[in-house]
Antibody, heavy 122, light 111 residues
Framework: QITLKESGPTLVKPTQTLTLTCSFSGFSLSTSGVSVGWIRQPPGKTLEWLALIYWDDDKRYSPSLKSRLTITKDTSKNQVVLTMSNMDPVDTATYYC??????????????WGQGTLVTVSS | QSALTQPASVSGSPGQSITISCTGTSSDVGGYNYVSWYQQHPGKAPKLMIFEVSYRPSGVPDRFSGSKSGNTASLTISGLQAEDEADYYCSSYTGSSTYVVFGGGTKLTVL
């Protein structure tokens, strides 16, 4: 059974850097074709894909946020870390990490973590 | 404004069928058979219901089905049940540097 769980601060100040950790079990991020992505959802709004990292450390970023995002993995710890710099109140959202199977189409996320709400406020 | 267009809301009575549309362009929905549908109950994480336009992951009831015609994908739920009341989001691979786009979401109300 694959499970993922996000962790990190619930409140950050404007201009600060957000660091979120996705801890997972039930799969290895060293298995060919596997990837983990981050997706966010502002309160009452739709989903927005942020970043994705593959088993071979290849990375993809949303063009609109690329300059602010960094995604890394620690295969030995079964963790993926997302950092987002220069946080703004509009970045207030629930942040999800999600798994993607190697045999499914790209950017097909299943399952998702429970999500973590991050509020940006001074 | 979301990249993919969905109706804001749909409704149906138990036992009925409903269809949710998801309209994109030839650069996303129309260009690839990589449309997915997610179900999200209030306060919960999204759950994959359909991938690659019409395939169901293990455990998803066959009441859920997907299809595509041109630049529009559709999710049909037959035999509506109260537990189907949720928000539904479509997504599509784009093949560009955007990689994946989501719809604005549709709130399904079971009357």
């Amino acid at each position: 059974q694959i499970t993922l769980k996000e962790s990190g601060p619930t409140l950050v100040k404007p201009t600060q850097t957000l660091t979120l950790t996705c801890s997972f079990s039930g799969f290895s991020l060293s298995t060919s074709g596997v990837s983990v992505g981050w997706i966010r959802q502002p309160p009452g709004k739709t989903l927005e894909w942020l970043a994705l990292i593959y088993w071979d450390d290849d990375k993809r970023y949303s063009p609109s946020l690329k300059s602010r995002l960094t995604i890394t993995k620690d295969t030995s710890k079964n963790q993926v870390v997302l950092t987002m710099s220069n946080m703004d109140p509009v970045d207030t959202a629930t942040y999800y990490c999600a798994h993607s199977y190697s045999w499914r189409p790209p950017f097909t996320f299943d399952p998702w973590g429970q999500g973590t709400l991050v509020t940006v406020s001074s | 404004q979301s990249a993919l267009t969905q109706p804001a809301s749909v409704s149906g009575s138990p036992g009925q069928s409903i269809t949710i549309s998801c309209t994109g362009t030839s650069s996303d929905v129309g260009g690839y058979n990589y449309v997915s549908w997610y179900q999200q109950h209030p306060g919960k994480a999204p759950k994959l219901m359909i991938f690659e336009v019409s395939y169901r992951p293990s455990g998803v009831p066959d009441r859920f089905s997907g299809s595509k015609s041109g630049n529009t994908a559709s999710l049909t739920i037959s035999g509506l049940q109260a537990e189907d009341e949720a928000d539904y989001y479509c997504s599509s691979y784009t093949g560009s540097s955007t990689y994946v786009v989501f719809g604005g979401g549709t709130k399904l109300t079971v009357l």
